[in-house]
């Protein structure tokens, strides 16, 4: 049973900062592409960023300056610190990632998290 588990979420107040995890379980054989996306009440899921399992990133134009991805392949974890935060950045943040599972048939898996709610407000 593969899980993606994330911390990090809360409230906090315009300007301020937090740092989301994701910590990834269960039987797998590597991780590709880890990432994090993100869904507005009312609106469509997006990207927030991706990093290869070599640490390329991808980050969305909306978080770029302020938003850093980051992973540690031996915890299985990727990270998302986000700083200089603004209202319009409050959603419900959700972890994704490619997984290689399987010995001799492998496959590559898409799994998400549950997802964890940040809140920017004063």
């Known amino acids: 049973q593969v899980q993606l588990v994330e911390s990090g979420g809360g409230l906090v107040q315009p300007g301020g900062s937090l740092r989301l995890s994701c910590a990834v379980s269960?039987?797998?054989?590597?991780?590709?592409?880890m990432g994090w996306y993100r869904q507005a009440p009312g609106k469509q899921r997006e990207l927030v960023a991706t990093?290869?399992?070599?640490?390329?990133?991808n980050v969305a134009d909306s978080v770029k300056g302020r938003f850093t991805i980051s992973r540690d392949n031996a915890k299985n974890t990727v990270y998302l610190q986000m700083n200089s935060l603004k209202p319009e950045d409050t959603a419900v943040y959700y972890c994704?990632?490619?997984?290689?599972?399987?010995?001799?048939?492998?496959?590559?898996?898409?799994?998400w998290g549950q997802g964890t709610q940040v809140t920017v407000s004063s």
């Open positions: 994704n990632a490619y997984l290689v599972q399987g010995g001799l048939k492998i496959s590559v898996n898409n799994y």
């Open positions: 990093i290869t399992s070599s640490g390329s990133t």
């Open positions: 269960g039987r797998i054989s590597s991780i590709n592409v």
